[in-house]
């Protein structure tokens, strides 16, 4: 019961700073999740769902998540070795929601230590995607009387974003805190006070982290969404097309069907390709965007140049329609320089 409503605590002091994130509407299933694993040597697999870890590796997540948001220092439960976190993703976490884990591996090493490993994809309200490989290496142990007193003033001061969760949650959370007065022989009021959290402080555990590390996992296919808008309407306001993913709405509301699309399908006139990358890219692969009548097929009309991919990447390519393309589809197919050659990533339709 102790560790269930510490957990939940800790769990809660994450969760108030996502509740203000919308969940994306982009489809990640664990399955796609565990493709961009495959052949990782360092990997050992053994899809353990997260709903069965005990309370201490539930707990070991809700501390990576703290230490991706720069709060580890704030929280008593958790001390951290300085030389073990290595983090290669700098996401900024605050604007990432975490959508999906895998844990590829869960065991107690001999020390009675315990290695966690996972694989943690977060979107954003555009709907980009951080893909990490994460791992914790960590220990349990009796809290100093220092700790314990930062504990019980931490338990009251997360106990008050308890209101802001749903009904459910509060009524969890309740309950928890009645059945642990009970069985210290409390008054069962249901309330964190200061007595109840100093009790509860005193059989606390510190999570002492050996090591906390992550890395960018890319993905061998990125998805992407595509836009083609006239050219006339983006040079009018190009400072309203031309800021990355904060334009995405304005970009939205000005795009070409495919039958719109067609309409302007006429020789001279030209249209603005914009292309946005919710994965990321490799950025030593550079792109390039070619329009062809088939899909995933190179043609002469290409981009000029190769782009030096960002994190998230939003190319914007304008393209002059040279001569009338008929009733012959249009495709964007977008190129990915491999070690000797591009390849094709993606293709859309745009008429």
């Given at each position: 019961?102790?560790?269930?409503?510490?957990?939940?605590?800790?769990?809660?002091?994450?969760?108030?700073?996502?509740?203000?994130?919308?969940?994306?509407?982009?489809?990640?299933?664990?399955?796609?999740?565990?493709?961009?694993?495959?052949?990782?040597?360092?990997?050992?697999?053994?899809?353990?769902?997260?709903?069965?870890?005990?309370?201490?590796?539930?707990?070991?997540?809700?501390?990576?998540?703290?230490?991706?948001?720069?709060?580890?220092?704030?929280?008593?439960?958790?001390?951290?070795?300085?030389?073990?976190?290595?983090?290669?993703?700098?996401?900024?976490?605050?604007?990432?929601?975490?959508?999906?884990?895998?844990?590829?591996?869960?065991a107690i090493l001999p020390d009675g230590a315990y290695v966690?490993?996972?694989?943690?994809?977060?979107?954003?309200?555009?709907?980009?995607?951080?893909?990490?490989?994460?791992?914790?290496?960590?220990?349990?142990?009796?809290?100093?009387?220092?700790?314990?007193?930062?504990?019980?003033?931490?338990?009251?001061?997360?106990?008050?974003?308890?209101?802001?969760?749903?009904?459910?949650?509060?009524?969890?959370?309740?309950?928890?805190?009645?059945?642990?007065?009970?069985?210290?022989?409390?008054?069962?009021?249901?309330?964190?006070?200061?007595?109840?959290?100093?009790?509860?402080?005193?059989?606390?555990?510190?999570?002492?982290?050996?090591?906390?590390?992550?890395?960018?996992?890319?993905?061998?296919?990125?998805?992407?969404?595509?836009?083609?808008?006239?050219?006339?309407?983006?040079?009018?306001?190009?400072?309203?097309?031309?800021?990355?993913?904060?334009?995405?709405?304005?970009?939205?509301?000005?795009?070409?069907?495919?039958?719109?699309?067609?309409?302007?399908?006429?020789?001279?006139?030209?249209?603005?390709?914009?292309?946005?990358?919710?994965?990321?890219?490799?950025?030593?692969?550079?792109?390039?965007?070619?329009?062809?009548?088939?899909?995933?097929?190179?043609?002469?009309?290409?981009?000029?140049?190769?782009?030096?991919?960002?994190?998230?990447?939003?190319?914007?390519?304008?393209?002059?329609?040279?001569?009338?393309?008929?009733?012959?589809?249009?495709?964007?197919?977008?190129?990915?320089?491999?070690?000797?050659?591009?390849?094709?990533?993606?293709?859309?339709?745009?008429?």
């Amino acid at each position: 019961m102790k560790r269930t409503l510490s957990c939940l605590l800790l769990l809660v002091s994450v969760l108030i700073v996502c509740a203000c994130q919308s969940v994306s509407e982009i489809q990640g299933t664990l399955s796609e999740l565990k493709n961009r694993i495959a052949g990782e040597e360092s990997v050992a697999y053994h899809n353990v769902a997260p709903d069965t870890l005990p309370e201490v590796g539930k707990t070991a997540i809700a501390a990576i998540e703290r230490g991706k948001r720069g709060m580890l220092e704030a929280s008593p439960y958790i001390t951290v070795n300085p030389q073990g976190k290595k983090f290669e993703n700098t996401t900024d976490y605050q604007q990432f929601f975490r959508r999906n884990t895998i844990i590829m591996d869960f065991a107690i090493l001999p020390d009675g230590a315990y290695v966690q490993d996972m694989l943690t994809e977060s979107v954003d309200r555009f709907g980009r995607i951080d893909v990490s490989h994460e791992r914790i290496v960590y220990s349990l142990r009796e809290p100093t009387k220092s700790e314990a007193a930062a504990i019980a003033e931490s338990m009251i001061r997360t106990s008050r974003s308890v209101s802001y969760m749903d009904s459910a949650s509060r009524m969890r959370f309740k309950k928890s805190v009645v059945d642990f007065q009970r069985s210290h022989g409390l008054s069962a009021d249901g309330v964190m006070g200061m007595h109840t959290a100093k009790t509860m402080a005193r059989e606390e555990s510190v999570l002492d982290v050996q090591e906390m590390t992550n890395r960018i996992v890319l993905p061998e296919t990125p998805r992407t969404l595509l836009y083609a808008v006239p050219y006339e309407i983006v040079s009018r306001n190009p400072a309203k097309f031309n800021n990355g993913f904060e334009s995405l709405e304005a970009v939205k509301a000005h795009a070409l069907t495919p039958d719109t699309f067609r309409k302007i399908d006429r020789t001279g006139q030209q249209f603005t390709i914009f292309l946005y990358f919710l994965d990321r890219i490799d950025p030593e692969r550079d792109i390039r965007i070619a329009l062809a009548s088939s899909e995933y097929r190179w043609s002469e009309i290409v981009t000029p140049s190769a782009y030096p991919p960002g994190e998230w990447p939003v190319l914007i390519e304008s393209f002059l329609i040279e001569e009338t393309m008929g009733a012959s589809p249009l495709y964007v197919n977008i190129f990915q320089k491999a070690k000797f050659a591009y390849t094709c990533i993606g293709s859309h339709r745009v008429k």
